[in-house]
């Protein structure tokens, strides 16, 4: 009998919130960094690594519900599961532990007031990464895409949607963009800030840039800083979707692919872009391109207001020096293998074995 499952098999029962117990078996630190929502720790990875036969012995775990057993990898989960089976529990190991859960993903409706339009928010919860699917009428658009492109071409056919636009916020360096591949798969125009070094045809972004959807209108503004050509997506003038500018608790960083003086130079302007974006009305939603936590499967979107951000956000609150030196104190590690990420993201090209290696590891995009 096979005593693994499958991470389509576990997101589909957390999407629907089927009665499941996710034990993490990692070392704490490995968990600190990312973890599947909901999911509870046994500190024992020591125990079963040296193979101790009653490790999780003591462990406490809920009657008459699947435990999912989950580390890195999938081998010490396995050891894991089968110490709870010897239990007489209805215990599964994660097949490829965290690293394949880095392509899971959940959905939210985002509550808007756009008449006729209907917008998604497609949370990579493995990894973070937040994109979005609106659409009217019979046509739909997709901002960032960073999960697999089925998934996207299955929420637009259940809404009798055709993918008429794929456009990216940026260039991204913590995964892997799927954008210019779904504008392939589905004939779709793709539209991207202009960069020199993009090796592929697409449809530069401008500021004279607008994309009509029946009753969804969509223009561009510039809001470089995180990278020189990053840009915000401004929807129906009530939505922005920010990218890597602004999350709705950080601002982004500047110094990928940068210098000392770069950074420092994309720093400030940043701190324009993010003034810019704070004279917007209040009430403008913001839908950012990242989450520093996992994201649940609670099905409630990500978002805040500009108005939220200007009385929560204490960097948004400082000049320009002061903004710049704060944010270059408090720049976080470079994203694992961001150098060839960008490569590839310039290219166009996806790697020829897995993207899992690549992109595994928390996104690490905001300053704080």
């Known amino acids: 009998m096979n005593h693994s499952l499958e991470v389509a098999t576990l997101r589909a029962w957390l999407e629907a919130g089927q009665p499941v117990t996710v034990l993490d078996v990692r070392l704490l630190a490995e968990r600190q960094e990312w973890a599947i929502p909901g999911s509870v720790?046994?500190?024992?990875?020591?125990?079963?690594k040296a193979k101790v036969p009653d490790a999780l012995a003591t462990t406490e775990l809920p009657a008459g519900i699947p435990v999912v057993t989950v580390c890195a990898a999938g081998q010490m989960s396995q050891r894991a599961a089968a110490q709870l089976?010897?239990?007489?529990?209805?215990?599964?190991?994660?097949?490829?532990?965290?690293?394949?859960?880095?392509?899971?993903?959940?959905?939210?409706?985002?509550?808007?007031?756009l008449s006729g339009g209907t917008l998604l928010q497609v949370r990579r919860t493995g990894k973070g990464c937040l994109s979005y699917v609106a659409g009217a009428g019979d046509e739909a658009l997709v901002i960032d895409a960073s999960v697999e492109l089925a998934v996207y071409q299955?929420?637009?056919?259940?809404?009798?949607?055709?993918?008429?636009?794929?456009?990216?916020?940026?260039l991204h360096a913590d995964h892997l963009s799927r954008s210019r591949a779904l504008a392939v798969a589905t004939g779709a125009e793709l539209l991207l800030p202009p960069h020199p070094e993009l090796a592929f045809a697409y449809t530069p972004v401008t500021a004279d840039t607008v994309l009509v959807l029946g009753t969804l209108r969509l223009r561009v503004l510039a809001t470089p800083g995180h990278t020189p050509e990053s840009v915000t997506y401004m929807l129906n003038e009530r939505v922005v979707f920010t990218g890597d500018t602004l999350f709705t608790d950080a601002v982004g960083r500047p110094d990928l692919k940068?210098?000392?003086?770069?950074?420092?130079?994309?720093?400030?302007?940043?701190?324009?872009s993010v003034r810019r974006l704070l004279q917007l009305p209040a009430d403008t939603l913001v839908l950012p391109g990242h989450a520093s936590q996992p994201v649940a499967f609670n099905q409630q979107p990500l978002h805040t207001t500009i108005g939220a951000l200007r009385e929560s956000l204490p960097l948004t609150q400082l000049p320009e020096a002061?903004?710049?030196?704060?944010?270059?104190?408090?720049?976080?590690?470079?994203?694992?293998?961001?150098?060839?990420?960008?490569r590839l993201n310039l290219s166009g090209e996806m790697p020829e074995d897995s993207p899992l290696d690549l992109e595994a590891g928390a996104n690490r995009c905001a300053v704080h």
Not at 326 to 340: E, M, Q, S, W
Request: no cysteine; net charge positive; charged share 15%.
């Open 154 to 170: 299955q929420l637009a056919a259940e809404r009798g949607w055709r993918i008429r636009y794929v456009l990216d916020t940026h």
């Open 258 to 272: 940068a210098n000392t003086a770069e950074a420092a130079a994309r720093a400030g302007q940043l701190y324009q």
């Open 85 to 113: 089976r010897a239990r007489g529990l209805d215990a599964y190991s994660l097949a490829g532990g965290m690293k394949a859960w880095g392509l899971a993903w959940n959905t939210a409706l985002v509550p808007t007031t």
């Open 41 to 48: 720790h046994a500190d024992v990875y020591a125990q079963l």
């Open 322 to 342: 002061a903004l710049v030196a704060t944010v270059l104190d408090r720049i976080p590690p470079p994203p694992p293998n961001y150098l060839t990420i960008s």
